[in-house]
């Protein structure tokens, strides 16, 4: 989650569970200013305890993050260490303290803490309990910190400088909620003539004079005020503890700056109108404030360009303004704004279309007189009248659409005589668009009728904006993508749905959860790309909520997930209407003339209130979810507690495995390569370890199929390429005559990875390491189908400089004739062929015949899994050039290299026979 604050607090509450506290504070870092400072504080103290900043170094907790080691102070007034804070009494306690430590860096610390003495004590497994619970506020605190960084660069409009829209809103609730008796106004400010001046001199003048706009505002207003650019060619400004002389002399002064700004500007001269509000005067609250501030500019806007608003068509459409300012829902205000721009323009026929989510397809979401019967029809941005308002962002007019060639199919034999279309914007983007028809090709629209609904469309836009922010609101966050709710407002309706009832009743109504993952949507994402991906989640959400009813809800639940809330609804309907999902999902879907077929995976499970959670339910459903995967003929699973338990097992792993990745807890050992001529080390493989703190040692052979599965072998592979070249540039500074190579497994998923060549270069530059020194594995299914992708990545990584082996050779499909047609360094042996070498002649056939192609093409061979002198010499005898395996060492910590090194270099044996690529051998290591 992105919210520090309930994480954190959800960490002190499960911790107490756990692990019996008096006092917990959980402390930030400011390296900056070299202090700690309190985040939450549990302890009857707590008031005292959070208005103190403490110099960073300072205590036991200036230890722990000093050294970034946690710290089991029993005893903890006796420790030399300890300092009291300042106003807290002195009384015998134990303390533990762990620093918040994420990707390296000391974020903070947590320190719990017991009153008493012996009595009071923390066991070993209280500590250990209490770091692992660390390591989660770790993270919390590190997804806070990186969503304030993205919240801050969203809240700035990037022509301008100035914060936008949303911060607006945002900061004048704060400004009227800390006013108190203190007046504020705001102003409401729109450039006249800016459309003109942007036509005649182009984008690039007019954005440059929006900036200069901008700018000066910001020059006329004063240092406590803020100034904003609200969309478009409007500004506003908020000026607190000011009445409404003040108001009007900031506005003044603004006007007579803008006005001087057209010598600078040459075109059509642009002036400013401005509407002020003022609290108390106008209101008490944002909205009363927003809505005399858009009147007065309104009236102002009037005032200033009387002279061009002569037509009555426009006179007719200032009676409208307020109405549609106080307008209520989205689809009450789009019904009002179609009955209202018809009666402006004098037609029956009108209708207004929206963008959909994906920005590629328009929805008519109201229509009367001949647009009626096709409300709710989808067409393309790319067609119609519609499409190329939305695309252009301007007026459009057509004076016979019959014959217009790029009319939208589905309105192709209705007689609609010419049609007008102009945009309605929110903060310059288009979002939608009001279209009129005469019905009669005797009357066509001129510029008073274009005129006249651009002025409306303008006023509509900020109502129907209004109105779409009041229900958001109410509904909570939403997906940028789908505009479904998001998985916190699934949690929320979940946890309601659960609620126990009052009141004496016992009946308990079941509510049940879903969530439908896409199958091979990463295929789409990767081979369409992420707009088509987009288009297709914003169409299954929209197919999901068909199939729903009153009471239901789907949000999305993050990926490619779905999660689905039934309230009422039994295993039975549960059942149902995952089939009708399903069904709904069956119809292909339209990618830019590109028919994509899709089908999901549903699992589901239903509880009942007081008796279930929303957590407990959604895990429930995950885990059903795996069972529908696991078995594609069904589709659909309901959550089945006797075949459950593996499933938790594989998502435990997962979560734990992720969490290994982000806490730095993997390892990486090393097995050395030889020569086998000389027996003299030339290089290592490095191969992932995992210790699980509760499980213990983990093969590979358990988590790295998991992460292949998952998508976490990007990350888990980034991390051990770069501990390995670490270690491998310290290896070659501590042994420099040896020419120690470094060895790296690329899976097949990293193998087809699009940023591959990128992440290992910024690595290699990051860590020193000569690519030269660098060998990538990759095993025989990533490239032997000899596609052109795969022989391009191939020759990427060689153009980098790194060298190249085919893994495990012998094991997949491989062919000896598909090697001339790899660019490959090296090829290794699979270790079965190794093991048995001496039971007959077959498996010695097959190592010579690719010994013998090998080295005809240049190749060096490596055998692995050597694990008898007697192999390593039989070896020797055909000509193999290197070996690994047991016979000379097991994998071992980086810790151990040196000394395995200083012992190899003391043996070192003089050549026992001469390799048959000795060539080749010196160029590749």
Same mark, same amino acid.
């Given at each position: 989650t992105l919210d520090a604050s309930s994480v954190l607090e959800l960490v002190a509450d499960s911790l107490k569970a756990v692990v019996a506290y008096d006092s917990l504070t959980i402390y930030r870092v400011d390296l900056a200013r070299q202090v700690r400072y309190p985040v939450i504080a549990r302890d009857r103290f707590a008031e005292i305890i959070l208005e103190y900043e403490a110099p960073l170094g300072q205590g036991i907790t200036g230890w722990a993050v000093e050294h970034r080691e946690a710290v089991l102070a029993n005893d903890?007034?006796?420790?030399?260490?300890?300092?009291?804070?300042?106003?807290?009494?002195?009384?015998?306690?134990?303390?533990?303290?762990?620093?918040?430590?994420?990707?390296?860096?000391?974020?903070?610390?947590?320190?719990?803490?017991?009153?008493?003495?012996?009595?009071?004590?923390?066991?070993?497994?209280?500590?250990?309990?209490?770091?692992?619970?660390?390591?989660?506020?770790?993270?919390?605190?590190?997804?806070?910190?990186?969503?304030?960084e993205v919240k801050v660069q969203a809240e700035r409009d990037a022509l301008t400088g100035l914060r936008n829209h949303g911060a607006f809103q945002r900061e004048l609730s704060l400004t009227i909620a800390t006013a108190e008796a203190h007046p504020m106004a705001v102003l409401m400010m729109d450039l006249d003539r800016f459309k003109a001046y942007n036509d005649l001199q182009g984008h690039p003048a007019g954005d440059a004079l929006l900036a200069a706009v901008a700018h000066t505002i910001e020059s006329a207003i004063r240092s406590t005020d803020s100034a904003y650019r609200y969309g478009g060619d409007e500004f506003t400004a908020i000026l607190p503890v000011t009445d409404r002389a003040g108001a009007t002399e900031?506005?003044?002064?603004?006007?007579?700056?803008?006005?001087?700004?057209?010598?600078?500007?040459?075109?059509?001269?642009?002036?400013?109108?401005?509407?002020?509000?003022?609290?108390?005067?106008?209101?008490?609250?944002?909205?009363?404030?927003m809505e005399t501030a858009d009147a007065a500019l309104y009236l102002a806007k009037g005032s200033r360009l009387r002279s061009s608003m002569r037509d009555p068509l426009v006179a007719a459409l200032d009676d409208t303004a307020g109405v549609l300012l106080h307008g209520g829902t989205t689809d009450d205000l789009l019904h009002s704004v179609l009955a209202r721009a018809a009666r402006l323009l004098g037609t029956?026929?009108?209708?207004?279309?929206?963008?959909?989510?994906?920005?590629?397809?328009?929805?008519?979401?109201?229509?009367?007189?001949?647009?009626?019967?096709?409300?709710?029809?989808?067409?393309?941005?790319?067609?119609?009248?519609?499409?190329?308002?939305?695309?252009?962002?301007?007026?459009?007019?057509?004076?016979?659409?019959?014959?217009?060639e790029d009319r939208a199919m589905n309105l192709a034999d209705? /007689?609609?005589?010419?049609?007008?279309?102009?945009?309605?914007?929110?903060?310059?983007?288009?979002?939608?668009?009001?279209?009129?028809?005469?019905?009669?090709?005797?009357?066509?629209?001129?510029?008073?009728?274009?005129?006249?609904?651009?002025?409306?469309?303008?006023?509509?836009?900020?109502?129907?904006?209004?109105?779409?922010?009041?229900?958001?609101?109410?509904?909570?966050?939403?997906?940028?993508?789908?505009?479904?709710?998001?998985?916190?407002?699934?949690?929320?309706?979940?946890?309601a749905a659960l609620e126990e009832p009052t009141g004496g009743t016992t009946l308990l109504t079941p509510a049940s959860v879903l969530l439908l993952d896409i199958d091979r949507f990463k295929v789409l994402n990767e081979s369409l790309g992420h707009q088509a991906g987009d288009q297709v989640l914003?169409?299954?959400?929209?197919?999901?909520?068909?199939?729903?009813?009153?009471?239901?809800?789907?949000?999305?639940?993050?990926?490619?997930?779905?999660?689905?809330?039934?309230?009422?609804? /039994?295993?039975?309907?549960?059942?149902?209407?995952?089939?009708?999902?399903?069904?709904?999902?069956?119809?292909?879907?339209?990618?830019?003339?590109?028919?994509?077929?899709?089908?999901?995976?549903?699992?589901?499970?239903?509880?009942?209130p007081g008796k279930a959670t929303a957590g407990g339910l959604l895990r429930e459903a995950?885990?059903?979810?795996?069972?529908?995967?696991?078995?594609?003929?069904? &589709?659909?699973?309901?959550?089945?507690?006797? &075949?459950?338990?593996?499933?938790?097992?594989?998502?435990?792993?997962?979560?734990?495995?992720?969490?290994?990745?982000?806490? /730095?807890?993997?390892?990486v050992h090393y097995q050395p390569i030889v020569d086998l001529?000389?027996?003299?080390?030339?290089?290592?493989?490095?191969?992932?370890?995992?210790?699980?703190?509760?499980?213990?040692?983990?093969?590979?052979?358990?988590?790295?199929?998991?992460?292949?599965?998952?998508?976490?072998?990007?990350?888990?592979?980034?991390?051990?390429?770069?501990?390995?070249?670490?270690?491998?540039?310290?290896?070659?500074?501590?042994?420099?005559?040896?020419?120690?190579?470094?060895?790296?497994?690329?899976?097949?998923?990293?193998?087809?990875d699009s940023e591959l060549v990128p992440s290992i270069a910024a690595i290699l530059a990051e860590t020193g390491l000569e690519a030269s020194s660098l060998e990538l594995e990759i095993t025989e299914t990533a490239v032997m189908d000899r596609s052109d992708a795969g022989i391009a990545a191939l020759a990427a990584l060689r153009e980098l400089g790194v060298h190249l082996v085919l893994d495990d050779f012998g094991t997949g499909y491989s062919s000896l004739?598909?090697?001339?047609?790899?660019?490959?360094?090296?090829?290794?042996?699979?270790?079965?062929?190794?093991?048995?070498?001496?039971?007959?002649?077959?498996?010695?056939?097959?190592?010579?015949?690719?010994?013998?192609?090998?080295?005809?093409?240049g190749i060096t061979v490596v055998a692995e899994g050597i694990e008898q002198a007697t192999q390593a010499d039989r070896l020797r005898e055909l000509g193999c050039d290197l070996g690994q395996g047991y016979l000379w060492s097991r994998p071992v910590a980086p810790r151990q290299l040196d000394e395995l090194m200083a012992v190899a270099v003391a043996q070192r044996r003089l050549p026992k026979s001469r390799s048959r690529n000795r060539n080749r051998l010196t160029k590749s290591r």
């Open positions: 903890a007034i006796l420790d030399p260490r300890s300092v009291q804070i300042p106003g807290t009494p002195i009384e015998p306690e134990s303390l533990i303290v762990v620093p918040l430590i994420v990707q390296g860096d000391v974020l903070g610390t947590l320190n719990v803490a017991r009153i008493g003495e012996q009595e009071s004590h923390f066991s070993e497994n209280e500590f250990e309990l209490t770091k692992l619970f660390a390591a989660q506020a770790a993270i919390a605190l590190r997804n806070a910190e990186t969503h304030g900031v506005a003044n002064r603004i006007r007579t700056m803008v006005d001087a700004l057209s010598d600078a500007h040459p075109g059509p001269s642009v002036s400013i109108s401005i509407g002020i509000a003022c609290l108390p005067d106008d209101g008490l609250e944002k909205d009363a404030l029956p026929n009108a209708y207004l279309s929206m963008v959909e989510s994906t920005g590629l397809h328009l929805r008519m979401r109201a229509g009367i007189g001949l647009y009626e019967p096709v409300v709710g029809h989808v067409i393309s941005v790319n067609v119609g009248v519609a499409g190329m308002v939305c695309r252009t962002g301007r007026p459009f007019t057509v004076d016979d659409y019959s014959r217009y209705v /007689d609609i005589g010419a049609v007008l279309g102009v945009p309605l914007l929110s903060h310059g983007k288009v979002m939608g668009m009001i279209g009129v028809a005469s019905g009669t090709k005797d009357r066509t629209w001129g510029e008073a009728d274009i005129d006249a609904l651009s002025r409306f469309a303008k006023l509509a836009s900020i109502a129907l904006e209004n109105a779409r922010l009041q229900e958001a609101a109410l509904r909570g966050p939403t997906d940028p993508v789908t505009g479904l709710p998001t998985r916190e407002r699934l949690v929320e309706a979940i946890n914003a169409e299954v959400g929209r197919r999901i909520a068909t199939v729903l009813r009153d009471g239901d809800l789907v949000a999305r639940f993050g990926g490619d997930e779905f999660g689905i809330l039934l309230s009422p609804a /039994d295993d039975e309907r549960a059942t149902a209407v995952s089939d009708q999902i399903l069904a709904a999902l069956k119809a292909p879907i339209d990618l830019d003339a590109r028919m994509w077929f899709i089908s999901a995976s549903v699992g589901y499970v239903t509880g009942l995950e885990v059903a979810l795996v069972q529908a995967q696991a078995e594609p003929t069904k &589709r659909v699973a309901r959550f089945d507690a006797v &075949r459950s338990h593996a499933a938790l097992e594989r998502l435990d792993l997962e979560a734990d495995l992720q969490a290994a990745i982000e806490m /730095d807890e993997l390892l001529r000389t027996e003299r080390i030339v290089g290592f493989e490095a191969l992932v370890r995992w210790e699980h703190p509760a499980r213990g040692l983990i093969s590979p052979a358990d988590f790295i199929p998991l992460a292949e599965e998952t998508d976490l072998i990007i990350p888990l592979g980034a991390v051990v390429l770069a501990k390995a070249c670490r270690q491998a540039r310290a290896l070659r500074d501590r042994w420099p005559g040896e020419r120690l190579m470094m060895s790296v497994n690329l899976s097949p998923r990293q193998f087809a004739a598909h090697l001339r047609h790899l660019p490959l360094d090296t090829i290794k042996v699979d270790r079965s062929f190794i093991s048995e070498l001496n039971e007959g002649d077959a498996n010695v056939a097959i190592v010579q015949a690719v010994l013998s192609l090998a080295h005809g093409l």
